[in-house]
């Protein structure tokens, strides 16, 4: 794409497009801001990295609007945006060649039970195993070794990258992504604890629903319900390596990144934002838009919208941080009393 059609493609997603510089370079690529070579687009949308304007050899760079590039046009072309961030989003899935996870068609190795329903477009992997009864929606695209278990619905444009395991009843909605080793509706961890110290199995007998527009990374594991469903909310983002235990609940457009651990019956808001390591305990609720850092440990409710949590136990970050500036204090406090144990002493003698 030269750079004039680059300004026009963002146009479509942006009210003001400025460009500043040439307009014909033809662009081959996106890059890093550091590693970018003649011929390629990189972006910068955090201030620290403003300082590589003056080495970069990319020939086009995404700013934000109220950054003077009059320095260094001479080299490079920008365009300024309001969202470069966003902005270069577009321009990857732009230059992003498709991955081939299945070719077109059933694979001959696949084994498809009976009653089996199958859109158009579908693509099935080798050695993929759909169970009895399973739906499957229009244009899905099922990598190898893929197993879903009987009665499994997925929606249409949905992805499920080689070695994905769905349980029997799960729900995928449409244009869904799961990623490799997966796994969706296992039991929960339930155990009713006996006298003599045993534990007794609890059925699993729920399912597991996920929403449209939902993407699960690498080996997350998401539980089916003791009873009912375990839900996942459109348009929630889940990392590598995450735990949502059974009966929960997780908000639209809520994400929640890798190693956070959420247990049974925990009730997460619409766009919540879960930093990595996070432990939830059980039967908690968070309300909508809460913030919560990484390696924090949530053991009671936050129903105030918005507020953003830190520590173990997490608290408001406001207040984490006193708690922090005191604990970091504590030896000169500690000294300081010492000191004062000692005045008191020879006053009490004088």
């Keep these: 794409m030269t750079i004039q059609e680059i300004k026009d493609y963002l146009g479509r997603f942006f009210d003001s497009v400025e460009l500043a510089g040439n307009t014909d370079v033809l662009i081959s690529g996106p890059a890093k801001i550091e590693s970018a070579q003649k011929g390629q687009v990189s972006f910068i949308a955090n201030d620290k990295y403003v300082r590589h304007l003056a080495t970069t050899a990319a020939s086009l760079v995404i700013v934000h609007k109220s950054v003077c590039v009059d320095d260094f046009i001479q080299n490079t072309s920008f365009l300024k945006v309001a969202d470069p961030y966003t902005a270069f ?116 007998m729920g399912i597991v629903e996920i929403g449209d527009d939902v993407e699960i990374g690498a080996n997350a594991t998401i539980d089916r319900a003791t009873m009912g469903s375990t839900v996942i909310g459109r348009g929630a983002k889940i990392d590598n390596l995450v735990q949502i235990a059974h009966n929960c609940s997780i908000g639209e457009d809520t994400v929640i990144a890798a190693q956070a651990g959420i247990s049974g019956s925990v009730n997460i808001g619409n766009q919540c934002m879960i930093g990595g390591q996070a432990g939830f305990a059980g039967h908690l609720e968070l309300a909508d838009r809460i913030q919560v850092a990484a390696q924090s440990g949530i053991s009671k409710s936050f129903l105030q919208p918005g507020i953003a949590l830190r520590g173990y136990p997490a608290q408001p970050m406001r207040d984490q941080l006193k708690h922090e500036a005191m604990l ?10 010492n000191q004062l144990e000692i005045e008191m002493k020879e006053l009490k003698k004088a």
């Excluded at 449409?174 to 080793?181: A, L, M």
């Design 328 to 337: 970091r204090n504590l030896g000169a406090m500690r000294e300081k009393l």
């Design 89 to 204: 989003v577009f321009l990857l899935q732009k230059f992003a060649t498709p991955r081939i996870i299945a070719q077109k068609g059933i694979a001959p190795s696949a084994v498809i039970g009976n009653d089996v329903s199958i859109g158009d477009g579908v693509s099935i992997g080798e050695f993929a195993v759909i169970g009895d009864r399973c739906r499957i929606g229009s244009n899905t695209v099922i990598g190898a070794h893929t197993v879903l278990l009987h009665d499994v619905a997925v929606g249409d444009d949905t992805v499920f990258f080689p070695n994905v395991t769905c349980y029997d009843g799960t729900v995928v909605g449409k244009r869904v992504v799961i990623h490799s080793g997966s796994v969706i509706g296992a039991d929960g961890f339930g155990f009713a604890p006996q006298k003599n110290g045993s534990y007794i199995k609890i059925p699993q």
